[in-house]
């Protein structure tokens, strides 16, 4: 079975840019959740969707922003970005959401912004 | 959200047994215990989890102490493969439902030496 998929695995931008990243998780899970790593903060949650549905959603700005499509495939966006978005940005997914179940995750997208 | 206290580091010999010490006294009822380990470059990995008996896999063991406020995560026989940041997570119920929400602490870096 293929792993989590995150694409592209490198990106760079320039303050003020809008970006969209990309999850394609394990066949058969329809939870996914998106977490932001810097080595200031450490791993954050972002934001978890099942079914197309966000159920639950970090304390992050309103420039984060994420969906689910009908296949599970996740994309999340950062509008207007700052430098502070600098970050390794972690797709994971999970058959649900039970909290007794295992998250998967993907090598992440390391997004630089100059 | 139910706070997690590790060590920030820890060293072991190749080959020995290895014991990361995790607290959690404000632990709930309903909260499961997860640990994962992050490579360098690479995603977080789940390792093992556990609610209130001692459990084992092919990973590692996970010690959890009778009143359920720490738990230890045990290598039996640490390889320098196992050089990692460890995090030790709690997983609860919010609201009406589950959550896949991850609250990741500072961790637990473990240095193997050969």
């Known amino acids: 079975k293929a792993g989590v998929t995150q694409t592209p695995r490198y990106l760079i931008k320039t303050r003020g840019q809008q970006v969209t990243l990309s999850c394609s998780p394990i066949?058969?899970?329809?939870?996914v959740s998106w977490y932001q790593q810097t080595p200031g903060q450490g791993l954050q949650f972002l934001f978890e969707y099942f079914s197309e549905t966000q159920r639950n959603k970090g304390n992050f700005p309103g420039r984060f922003s994420g969906r689910q499509f009908s296949n599970s495939r996740s994309e999340m966006n950062v509008s207007t970005l700052e430098l502070g978005d600098s970050a390794l940005y972690l797709c994971?997914?999970?058959?649900?959401?039970?909290?007794?179940?295992?998250?998967?995750f993907g090598s992440g997208t390391q997004l630089s912004v100059l | 959200d139910a706070k997690t206290t590790q060590p920030n580091s820890m060293e072991s010999n190749e080959e020995e047994p290895v014991h990361l010490p995790c607290n959690h006294s404000t632990i709930s009822g309903t909260d499961y215990i997860h640990w994962y380990r992050q490579l360098p470059s690479q995603g977080p990995e789940y390792v093992i989890h556990g609610l209130t008996s001692n459990v084992n896999n092919r990973m590692a063991s996970l010690a959890i102490a009778e009143d359920r406020k720490s738990s230890t995560l045990i290598l039996h026989r640490a390889t320098l493969r196992d050089a990692a940041v460890y995090y030790c997570?709690?997983?609860?119920?919010?609201?009406?439902?589950?959550?896949?929400?991850?609250?990741f602490g500072q961790g637990t870096t473990l240095q193997v030496k050969p």
């Open positions: 066949s058969g899970h329809r939870s």
């Open positions: 994971a997914s999970s058959p649900g959401f039970a909290t007794n179940e295992k998250l998967f």
């Open positions: 997570i709690l997983r609860h119920r919010e609201g009406s439902g589950n959550t896949g929400k991850l609250i």
